[in-house]
């Protein structure tokens, strides 16, 4: 199975930038479609953005739809995250995720089956 781990988490003012990255290991992330997923404060976690296997296919959260950018480098096992534009209401524990279908399928949205321990971003008002 594949091990991930988020980095790139911080503070960062609204209206700021911030570029997250998973690095996976154990197994190429080419086997799997990936994502990233977030947990704000009190709530529960939600989707944010995925990606097939070869990145020609995404999709995006309407929350995040325009400012935040997913993309990955299968030669050197990374999923990244581009944030712009950052809001309050984006502060949350930023999950990378993985699931075993290479295309992009319905239960993506709900949940994957490798998960990273997360990374922490807050955005100041």
């Known amino acids: 199975q594949v091990q991930l781990v988020e980095s790139g988490g911080g503070l960062v003012q609204a209206g700021g930038s911030l570029r997250l990255s998973c690095a996976g290991s154990?197994?190429?992330?080419?086997?799997?479609?990936m994502g990233w997923f977030r947990q704000p404060p009190g709530k529960r976690r939600e989707f944010v953005a995925v990606?097939?296997?070869?990145?020609?296919?995404?999709h995006y959260a309407d929350s995040v739809k325009g400012r935040f950018t997913i993309s990955r480098d299968n030669a050197k096992n990374t999923l990244n995250l581009q944030m712009n534009s950052l809001k309050p209401e984006d502060t949350a524990v930023y999950y990378c995720?993985?699931?075993?279908?290479?295309?992009?399928?319905?239960?993506?949205?709900?949940?994957?089956?490798?998960w990273g321990k997360g990374t922490l971003v807050t955005v100041s008002s």
């Open positions: 990606l097939n296997w070869s990145g020609n296919t995404t």
């Open positions: 154990g197994r190429p992330i080419s086997n799997y479609a």
């Open positions: 995720a993985a699931d075993i279908e290479r295309e992009i399928v319905p239960t993506v949205y709900f949940g994957m089956d490798y």
